[in-house]
């Protein structure tokens, strides 16, 4: 069952998408900035800024899989990260969904990272400066509210 959640599914309007048991991603926080992503090319939406996160497969909670996604692409310590809450970003239950976990360090400050080949670049950006990178789309369409959310626990 371990790892069986990638590959290419039919998600929200037909639109080709990660992740056969649906994908999430963790919104890190560390005092004003958040955890992004370079994701690299050869990656579905490669070269575009966003959250770690990936394919959930069948036996993990989105938190667990966001989780993970994170140990695995940025080498994040688990015991540092303090979850929030779970938000459904994209698609719709039942079916395909692409869940945010919304989370912060628990020193609030950034913590170390180790990027993996997933990784061109992991960055701690101030939430104000967000826009400034070229994001991948799905993240850049639920910006708005990820942003509301983390200003509504500072």
């Known amino acids: 069952m371990e790892g069986d959640g990638n590959g290419w599914v039919d998600g929200p309007g037909g639109k080709r998408v990660w992740g056969k048991y649906g994908a999430a991603g963790l919104f890190l926080r560390a005092g004003g900035t958040v ?15 966003a959250l770690p996160g ?13 989780l993970r996604e994170t140990v695995e692409e940025c ?14 970003t994209a698609g719709e239950e039942p ?4 869940t945010t976990v919304m989370a912060h360090t628990t020193t609030g400050e950034p913590i170390d990272l180790e990027p993996n080949a997933e990784s061109m670049e992991l960055l701690w950006v101030p939430l104000n400066r ?5 994001l991948h789309r799905g993240f850049e369409s639920s910006l708005s509210v990820l942003l509301w959310h983390a200003e509504s626990h500072d």
Do not use: F, M, N
Request: charged letters at 25%; hydrophobic letters at 35%; proline letters at 0%.
């Open 35 to 49: 955890l992004l992503q370079h994701r690299a090319h050869w990656v579905a939406d490669g070269g575009t800024w």
């Open 54 to 66: 990936g394919a959930r497969d069948s036996h993990e909670t989105a938190q667990e899989a966001a």
């Open 75 to 88: 080498g994040i310590d688990t015991s540092l990260v303090s979850v929030e809450k779970e938000l459904v």
């Open 95 to 98: 079916g395909w969904t692409y």
């Open 130 to 134: 967000i826009r400034e990178y070229e």
